[in-house]
């Protein structure tokens, strides 16, 4: 037997491969509450079969961070809690060299994907960073992360925007430019002015714009980005192209992400077809009439 021969065998031991599955492989690494509301859901069973399986395994604090009503919701609903469980599992074993950005996995949920993105090193399932990847057990991988995911109704960026009463200054614009088959597509990361942004841009600017598709298809291309950047992927002084070709500028300060001059005060909502941010400022191109120019 060769050196490396000796290194597998000990690795393959040491990784608790030969006796644990994916729910205990998850446990013994920090989701001891995913253990417990597996239990509470009756998916042990399926989760304990030959699968393959690989599970996103949110970590207990990941749990602890829910809003008390969600986890009084989640922990009185059986129903919901199969649901919200089983949207954490991919059937097949999908190890992290697998894994593309902007790619959608179907969950044993059934009825809503996983938006799995890379970021340089990182890796984030709707958002969620993984923490801990490749964590191989008997009848699949476990996949540590930092948030609960949930099934999310399968709305479309614009369909989210439009049942947001907040949102319904944007809602207005797009629909006075050119841009809703242009929403239709995707996967796009959109910065959405909230109804606030609107109310205190300086008098005229939006009635012109309104006036006027071309400045005003310009101006709403410029909150997109094409494909999903959630938070994960947005730190200090990050420069990167919107979708009328110029430069958005991404500042990190504290807790605060910020936009050019607008701040997120929604992050990480996850739509069918990208991922919205919502602002508090709306993006004005630094010159207008340069998107052919520049
Ligand atoms: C999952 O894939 C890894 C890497 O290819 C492999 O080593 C492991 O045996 C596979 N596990 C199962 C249960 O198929
Ligand atoms: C409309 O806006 C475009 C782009 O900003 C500009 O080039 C054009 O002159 C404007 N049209 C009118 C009628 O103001």
Redesign the pocket.
């Given at each position: 037997m060769t050196g490396s021969q000796i290194m597998v065998i000990l690795f393959l031991c040491g990784s608790g491969?030969a006796e644990e599955n994916v729910l205990m492989t998850a446990e013994r690494l920090g989701g001891k509450t995913l253990g417990t509301l597996v239990k509470d859901a009756d998916l042990v069973e399926t989760l304990s079969g030959q699968?393959?399986f690989t599970l996103f395994a949110p970590v207990d604090k990941a749990f602890k961070a829910l809003p008390q009503d969600v986890l009084d919701k989640l922990t009185s609903d059986k129903e919901l809690l199969s649901q919200v469980l089983t949207y954490h599992v991919v059937s097949g074993?999908v190890?992290s060299n697998q894994l593309k950005n902007d790619m959608v996995v179907d969950t044993v949920e059934g009825t809503s994907k996983l938006r799995v993105n890379i970021y340089g090193s990182k890796v984030t399932v709707d958002g969620a960073n993984v923490i801990l990847p490749d964590q191989?057990?008997?009848?699949?991988?476990v996949h540590m992360v930092d948030k609960v995911l949930y099934p999310l109704p399968t709305q479309s960026i614009l369909e989210y925007a439009a049942a947001t009463p907040t949102l319904s200054q944007l809602v207005y614009a797009v629909s006075m430019g050119d841009l809703i088959d242009f929403f239709k597509g995707g996967p796009f990361t959109l910065f959405a002015p909230s109804d606030e942004a609107f109310d205190k841009l300086p008098a005229g600017v939006l009635s012109d714009l309104l006036q006027n598709k071309t400045a005003l298809n310009n101006v709403l291309e410029y909150h997109v980005i094409l494909g999903t950047v959630y938070s994960a992927g947005l730190s200090d002084n990050l420069r990167v192209k919107a979708a009328n070709n110029q430069d958005l500028t991404v500042k990190i300060e504290g807790e605060n992400v910020i936009i050019n001059d607008a701040k997120v005060t929604t992050a990480d909502v996850t739509v069918k077809n990208g991922v919205i941010h919502v602002i508090d400022t709306v993006l004005l191109p630094p010159t207008r009439n340069t998107k052919h120019s520049s």
């Open positions: 491969l699968g393959p074993n190890t191989l057990a008997t009848n699949g991988v």
